[in-house]
């Protein structure tokens, strides 16, 4: 599956962004969808992840409450919509998908990944 995130760009601390990951060449809704992200200088981090049909949305602390995982499986897109940015939200966020939900997840062992797109979150 190919996956291509957009969505990225300026944004003022406090306010909203919401990116999209776009799949093609596959069965979307046999993947489970995630985001991860990866600051300045820092090494990636598991951002979100929603399971297949979306029953299920799993958040890292940092972002719980402020972000939100969704999909749409009839458009073959999976969203990530930030609210209530932080400077320290400032990142190139990856989306990526795999045919299962396991402890990779976490240890960033996903099959597919797509490119990133940048949000700047200026104070």
């Known amino acids: 599956v190919q996956l291509q995130a957009s969505g990225g760009g300026l944004v003022q601390a406090g306010g909203s962004r919401r990116l999209s990951c776009a799949a093609s060449?596959?069965?979307?809704?046999?993947?489970?969808m995630g985001w991860f992200r990866q600051a300045p200088g820092k090494e990636r981090e598991f951002v979100a992840l929603?399971?297949?049909?979306?029953?299920?949305?799993y958040y890292a602390d940092s972002v719980k409450g402020r972000f939100t995982v969704s999909r749409d499986n009839a458009k073959n897109t999976a969203y990530l919509q930030m609210n209530s940015l932080k400077p320290e939200d400032t990142a190139v966020y990856f989306c990526?998908?795999?045919?299962?939900?396991?402890?990779?997840?976490?240890?960033?062992?996903?099959?597919?990944w797509g490119q990133g797109t940048l949000v700047t979150v200026s104070s």
């Open positions: 990526a998908a795999d045919n299962t939900y396991s402890s990779g997840w976490y240890r960033h062992e996903i099959k597919y």
């Open positions: 060449g596959g069965i979307f809704s046999n993947y489970v």
């Open positions: 929603i399971t297949w049909r979306g029953s299920s949305a």
